[in-house]
């Protein structure tokens, strides 16, 4: 079977995340001369660089991920690469709200065997339900070896 490719967040969500992370930098550049005006604690400048790294680090995580399906196999990049195998899953919800795609990115709930949850976005809805479509058919033949 040939491989599903999408990216993990819509068009809309990616610009925003863009649009976050440059207006974060440029308030910082204005609020320079103010901010160096103030006391800091060695804490406060902690947390304020600890907030301004996380902001960047999401914006290139939302706007990099990609989710891919390859035969029974769905990963997703991002903070940490995320994987399920259709042999694997015992239980799936699919949240897709169709008038709110462009601005939220449909999403499996993938709940394996060991226990584990995961959620997987795609851009593309059809890549998901790909993915249910494989976890029926190993749910299946699984059926159909045990009856045999």
């Known amino acids: 079977m040939n491989?599903?490719?999408?990216?993990a967040f819509p068009r809309l969500l990616r610009i925003?995340?863009?649009?976050l992370a440059f207006d974060v930098v440029a308030f910082g550049?204005?609020?320079f001369?103010?901010?160096?005006?103030?006391?800091w604690s060695a804490g406060s400048v902690w947390v304020f660089g600890l907030a301004s790294v996380c902001v960047m680090w999401m914006g290139y995580w939302t706007v990099r991920s990609r989710t891919r399906l390859d035969g029974d196999v769905m990963t997703q990049t991002w903070l940490w690469n995320k994987r399920a195998d259709a042999h694997d899953v015992v239980q799936l919800k699919l949240v897709h709200i169709g008038w709110l795609e462009r601005a939220m990115a449909p999403r499996l709930l993938v709940r394996r065997r060991n226990g584990a949850?995961?959620?997987?976005?795609?851009a593309d809805p059809r890549l998901l339900t790909a993915f249910i479509e494989r976890v029926a058919q190993c749910a299946m033949q699984t059926t159909a070896s045990a009856a045999a």
Request: charged share 10%; proline share 8%.
């Open 3 to 7: 491989a599903i490719d999408s990216p």
């Open 16 to 19: 925003l995340a863009v649009v």
């Open 117 to 122: 949850i995961t959620w997987f976005h795609s």
């Open 29 to 31: 550049v204005w609020s």
């Open 33 to 39: 001369p103010a901010l160096r005006s103030t006391a």
